[in-house]
C-alpha cells in the first residue's frame, strides 16, 4: 500500500489529514511516527530511538538524551490521503511545545505503554486535546512487552481519562507471542510475520473466535448507547452491520464521545497499517471541522478552509537554522504562493513570502504554493513570532493564538568572557523568540540574567543549545522556583483616595475595596484555573462603568509584586464596594491609578502567605528499593499519595515541592542502580515551609 508522496500533492481537502502523536514520555511517538513513514514509503530504512536514526529527532541533544524535545513535523501519504504529522514532546517540562502544536492540528493519535496505561503526561496532553476540541484514536503500544494487557490499558483510558473507550481489535497472542490483531469490525485475522513488512490477512483463530464475536458484540452494544443510527438497526436487527458500525465510530470520534483503541507494536512493527487506515476513516479532514474564527474590532469572523477564500494563517513554531529563519504556518483558508505579501496583524507589519516548504523534519522541500489545510514552513519573515496572524492586507484578521503557560523555574545565566556578554543577550534574544514559554529577564537587585522556563530539563536543554548553536561558555546558577503570595485573610471597606493637582486638570478617584481570598479556585470554561476575580457592588451610578473597568485593571496591575516578596499574587477577590468621582477630574487613568495603589495598601495590610510550585511524581523502582526511594521522598518534604505493585516494581505516586527535585534524578539513578524512573506533573501551589502568615489585617 505504498504510496508515492508527491503524486498526491494536489490532493483535495477532504484527502488531507493533519494530525499530531501524543503520549506520555517513552511511551513509543517517536517509534510509531517513524512506522509510519516507513510504510508509507517516505522513508526506505526504518529509524531506531537509541540508535539516534530517527527522522523527527533530528536535533543532536533529542539524539544524545533519546527523547524528543522539540515538534517535528513530516508529510506523508497513504491510501490517496495526504498526512501532515506532528511529533511532539512527551516530557513534561516541553508541555507548551504541544499546546502550540494541538492549536494547529485537526486530529491525534494518543499512544499509550502496554504495560503502564495512562500514565501522567498522558493524562496531562488528553487535557490539552480536550480544550482544543482536538478528535483522537488510542493506539495501546508495545504489546509485546512482558506484563502489557490491553484490558487493563483500556480500563486506565476510562477510568483516567473520562472517555468511552472503543475497542476495535483483539491482540492476538500475548507479550513474546504477540503476534497480530483480530480486526473486529471485519471479523478477520491480520498478522505481521517476522521479518517481513506486511500482514497477512485471514479468518480469525478458532482459538479465539468465542471471544472475538464477545468482543464485537459489547463493541456494538456501547456504540448503539452513543450514537442513534446505530441504536435503531440494533433494536431492529439484534446486530450492527460493519459499514454502520464504521460510520458511527468516525462520528463518535468527530464529537469526542468516544475513542477509538487500537493495539500493536510500533518497534515490531505490528499494527501501524490498520492504525493509518484508522486515520483516514475517522479522524477529520479540515473540511470535517468548523471555521476557524477570528476577530478584528470586537467583531467575530468566520474563515472557511476554502482555497479561494482570503488568507489567513496561524503561526504555530519558530526555529532559527544555518540557512535562515524558518516560520511554521498551519494554512487555515485562501492560498499563499512565493513573493506575496502578508500582514502580521499583531505587529501591523508588512511582510513578504521568500520560499514556502514542505517540512520533512530536519529538511524541507519547496513547492511553489500552499493552500488552506497545509501546514508548511516559510522563510522570507523577519519578525513573525509564534501566535501571529498572517493574512490577506486586504482582509486582515487575528486568530486565537496558543496559550503560553508561566514559567516556573528560573537560573541565572551568564558569559564566562566578558566580551561574550553581547553575544549572550542576542542567544538569549533568539531562544526566547523560538520558545515563548522561555523567558528573560534582569533582576533589580543582583544585576543577574534571569532565564526562566518549564522545569529542570527545559532550562538545561536551552542552555545547552546556545552553547552548542553560538560556541559560548556559559555560567548557570542554581536554579530558583517562581514563587507566588496569596490572601489568608483580607480587609473589608479599605479606603482610598486618589488626588493629585499640579496645574490645569486634576486627577481625582475614590475607591472602597474589600479583600478576600478565593477560597476554591474556579473554572473560565475552557479548563483554565481562576485565581483573581473582581466584581462591582457600587450602586447608584456613583462609580461609571467605564471606571469600574479601570479600577479591575489597576487591581491587575497590583498583583504583578506582593508585599511578601515581590512575587505575583494569586488566589483573590476583590470587591469594588463604594467610589465617587468629581465632574472634572475624574477619569479612566486616574481609577486605574488609584485601583493599583488601593490593592497594595490592602495586600499590606491583609494577612498573607508564601506559596512554592508543587508537583505530583510517579516513581516507578524496583521492588528491593522501595524502601530507600520513600526515605528520599519523605526527606523532600513529599506526601506519599499512593503505591502500586507492577511485574516486579512499584509505582510511588507522591506530591513534591519543585524546588526539591533539582538533581533528584542522579539521586534516583544512584539509589536503584539506574533502574529508577520518575515523571512529574505541575498540580499547582502550597504554603512554602515555615510560610507563617504576615499582616495585621483590620479587625
Known amino acids: ?102 492549536r494547529v492540528l485537526d486530529g491525534a493519535i494518543a499512544v499509550f505503554d502496554g504495560v503502564a496505561g495512562v500514565e501522567p503526561q498522558s493524562e496531562s496532553v488528553w487535557r490539552q486535546a480536550d480544550r482544543h476540541g482536538v478528535p483522537r484514536i488510542a493506539f495501546v503500544n508495545k504489546l509485546d512487552r512482558a506484563g502489557a494487557d490491553l484490558d487493563t490499558a483500556v480500563a486506565s483510558i476510562g477510568a483516567r481519562l473520562h ?39 485471514g479468518r480469525v483463530p478458532d482459538a479465539l473466535r468465542e471471544e472475538a464475536h464477545r468482543r464485537r458484540r459489547l463493541l456494538e452494544e456501547t456504540v448503539a448507547e452513543l450514537h442513534p ?42 499494527g501501524i497499517e490498520p492504525l493509518l487506515e484508522a486515520v483516514v476513516a475517522y479522524l477529520p479532514s479540515p473540511l470535517d471541522v468548523p471555521a476557524v474564527r477570528g476577530s478584528l474590532d470586537g467583531a467575530v469572523q468566520e474563515r472557511s478552509a476554502d482555497p479561494a477564500a482570503p488568507f489567513a494563517a496561524l503561526v504555530f513554531k519558530v526555529n532559527s537554522t544555518a540557512t535562515g529563519r524558518l516560520t511554521y504556518l498551519r494554512v487555515y ?4 504562493r512565493k513573493g506575496d505579501a502578508v500582514l502580521d496583524v ?17 529538511q524541507h522541500s519547496d513547492v511553489e504554493q500552499a493552500v488552506a489545510g497545509d501546514i ?23 486568530l486565537e493564538p496558543p496559550s503560553v503557560a508561566d514559567p516556573v523555574v528560573s537560573v541565572a545565566v551568564e558569559a564566562r568572557r566578558r566580551i561574550d556578554t553581547e553575544r549572550l543577550v542576542s542567544a538569549l534574544a533568539r531562544l526566547v523568540e523560538e520558545d515563548p514559554s522561555l523567558a528573560v529577564r534582569t533582576d533589580p537587585e543582583t544585576g543577574q540574567t534571569v532565564l526562566s522556563g518549564m522545569g529542570e530539563l527545559h532550562l538545561e536543554v536551552a542552555v545547552e543549545k546556545i552553547r552548542r548553536a553560538h560556541g559560548l561558555e556559559i555560567g548557570v546558577g542554581r536554579p530558583q522556583v517562581a514563587c507566588r503570595e496569596t490572601v489568608v485573610r483580607g480587609v473589608s471597606g479599605l479606603v482610598y483616595r486618589h488626588v493629585k493637582q499640579d496645574g490645569g486638570a486634576g486627577q481625582f478617584a475614590h ?46 496591575d497590583a498583583l504583578a509584586e506582593g508585599p511578601l516578596g515581590g512575587h505575583p499574587v494569586t488566589g483573590l477577590r ?51 528499593a522501595v524502601g530507600g526511594v520513600l526515605g528520599d521522598l519523605a526527606a523532600r518534604r513529599g506526601r506519599v499519595s499512593g503505591s502500586t505493585a507492577r511485574a516486579g516494581t512499584s509505582v510511588i505516586t507522591a506530591t513534591v515541592p519543585l524546588a526539591e527535585l533539582f538533581g533528584y534524578a542522579t539521586r534516583l539513578r544512584s539509589r536503584t542502580q539506574g533502574r529508577g524512573t520518575f515523571t512529574t506533573r505541575a498540580t499547582g501551589y502550597a504554603p512554602a515551609p515555615g510560610a507563617v502568615p504576615r499582616g495585621t489585617p483590620d479587625r
Open 1 to 102: 500500500m505504498r504510496t508515492d508522496l508527491h503524486r498526491h500533492l494536489t490532493s483535495p481537502l477532504t484527502g488531507v489529514r493533519n494530525l499530531g502523536i501524543l503520549a506520555h514520555v517513552d511511551a513509543g511517538k517517536t517509534t510509531v511516527t517513524e512506522r509510519i513513514l516507513y510504510l508509507t514509503g517516505t522513508t526506505h530504512k526504518r529509524g531506531e530511538v537509541h540508535d539516534g536514526t530517527t527522522v523527527t529527532d533530528f536535533d543532536s541533544q533529542e539524539r544524545d538524551r533519546g527523547i524528543t524535545i522539540f515538534a517535528a513535523a513530516v508529510s506523508c501519504a497513504w491510501d490517496g490521503h495526504r498526512i501532515n504529522l506532528i511529533d511532539t514532546p512527551g516530557h513534561v517540562d516541553f508541555s507548551d511545545e504541544v499546546e502550540r502544536s494541538l
Open 163 to 201: 472517555t468511552v473507550p472503543l475497542v476495535a481489535q483483539l491482540p492476538i497472542g500475548k507479550e513474546d507471542g504477540f503476534t497480530g490483531v483480530v480486526d473486529l469490525l471485519r471479523m478477520r485475522s491480520l498478522v505481521w510475520a517476522d521479518g517481513r513488512g506486511t500482514f497477512e490477512e
Open 229 to 270: 443510527v446505530a441504536l435503531e438497526e440494533f433494536c431492529a436487527e439484534s446486530t450492527v452491520s460493519a459499514q454502520t458500525l464504521s460510520t458511527a465510530l468516525r462520528d463518535l470520534t468527530r464529537t469526542g464521545e468516544g475513542v477509538v483503541v487500537l493495539c500493536g507494536s510500533a518497534y515490531r512493527n505490528r
Open 333 to 336: 483558508s485562501g492560498t499563499i
Open 346 to 362: 499583531g505587529a501591523r507589519r508588512n511582510e513578504r513570502i521568500g520560499r514556502i516548504l514542505r517540512v520533512q523534519a530536519g
Open 376 to 398: 508548511v514552513a516559510v522563510i522570507g519573515l523577519k519578525a513573525a513570532r509564534a501566535g501571529a496572524t498572517l493574512c490577506t492586507p486586504a482582509a486582515p484578521l487575528v
Open 511 to 556: 475607591v472602597v475595596l474589600d479583600v478576600e481570598p478565593l477560597e476554591a479556585a474556579g473554572d473560565n470554561g475552557d479548563g483554565d484555573a481562576v485565581d483573581f476575580v473582581f466584581r462591582s457592588t457600587v450602586t447608584g451610578g456613583r462609580v461609571p462603568q467605564e471606571y469600574v473597568r479601570a479600577v479591575e485593571a489597576g487591581c491587575r
Open 574 to 624: 476583590v470587591t469594588l464596594a463604594d467610589g465617587a468621582t468629581h465632574s472634572k477630574d475624574s477619569s479612566e487613568m486616574a481609577f486605574r491609578t488609584a485601583g493599583r495603589l488601593a490593592l497594595r495598601e490592602a495586600l499590606r495590610n491583609s494577612v498573607m502567605v508564601l506559596l512554592e510550585p508543587v508537583v505530583e511524581v510517579t516513581v516507578t523502582v524496583p521492588d528491593d
